[in-house]
């Protein structure tokens, strides 16, 4: 069974500071993908990334990083310089590739809520 | 333009009432799918659609009804709801369902719905 696993419930930190998400996952497939995804408190959720399994080639985009490591089975997210509108809840998520080809079943960290204060 | 919309943004319903949640894409996507979201938790999955077809139905109460009139929309029929179905319900959307292809799922921004 594939699990996510985001240890940090809570974190706060002062503007312009840099944070770091962590998730951790578990799964038997070799081929998977991983996903970001943030929640404001307006309750969207706006797609961040997706990483595959036999991608591990870090990612950078703007102000945010991900890095992803098969070996201790991390995907890490850091905001550098940190900003007010970061605020917000940060959720990982794992979907598997499942044989017959349905892989519609995300499985969702228990996601951190970030607040940057000003 | 990746964009899902969903009405009404609010919702307060008696046990007794009958009420839709809509849902709507432009995006060309063939994968549909409703969350259901309760505060502080992550969302769990209700109902998957592939090419407007119910392929998965996460063994959602019959009280719950979905429905996909066409590519780009997709309903969920509310009767006789109690109390704990109080939530957020969050529509979705994939390009499909194919293995290998990119399923990056788009959220639209929920319905809350509250029930009397």
């Known amino acids: 069974a594939q699990k996510v696993t985001q240890a940090q419930t809570e974190i706060s930190v002062v503007e312009k500071e840099d944070v770091t998400l962590d998730c951790v996952y578990e799964t038997r497939d070799t081929t998977y993908y991983l996903f970001w995804y943030k929640q404001p408190p307006s309750g969207e959720l706006v797609f961040l990334i997706r990483r595959n399994s036999f991608d591990e080639q870090n990612e950078i985009s703007g102000r945010y990083s991900w890095n992803f490591q098969k070996s201790t089975s991390s995907f890490n997210f850091t905001i550098t310089a940190s900003q007010v509108v970061d605020s917000a809840v940060y959720f990982c998520a794992l979907s598997e590739a499942r044989s017959g080809g349905s892989n519609y079943k995300l499985t969702f960290g228990k996601g951190t809520l970030l607040t940057v204060n000003p | 333009d990746t964009e899902v919309t969903q009405t009404p943004k609010h919702l307060v319903m008696g046990m007794t009432n009958k009420k839709s949640l809509k849902c709507e894409q432009h995006?060309?996507?063939?994968?549909m799918y409703w969350y259901k979201q309760k505060a502080k938790k992550p969302p769990e999955l209700m109902f998957v659609?592939?090419?407007?077809?119910?392929?998965i139905n996460e063994s959602v109460p019959s009280r719950f009804s979905p429905e996909c009139p066409n590519s780009s929309l997709l309903n969920l029929h509310l009767h006789a709801l109690q109390p704990e179905d109080s939530a957020l319900y969050l529509c979705?959307?994939?390009?499909?369902?194919?293995?290998?292809?990119?399923?990056?799922?788009?959220f639209g921004p929920g319905t809350r719905l509250t029930v009397t």
């Open positions: 995006m060309g996507h063939r994968a």
């Open positions: 979705a959307s994939s390009q499909d369902l194919l293995r290998g292809r990119n399923h990056e799922q788009y």
């Open positions: 659609y592939s090419y407007e077809k119910l392929s």
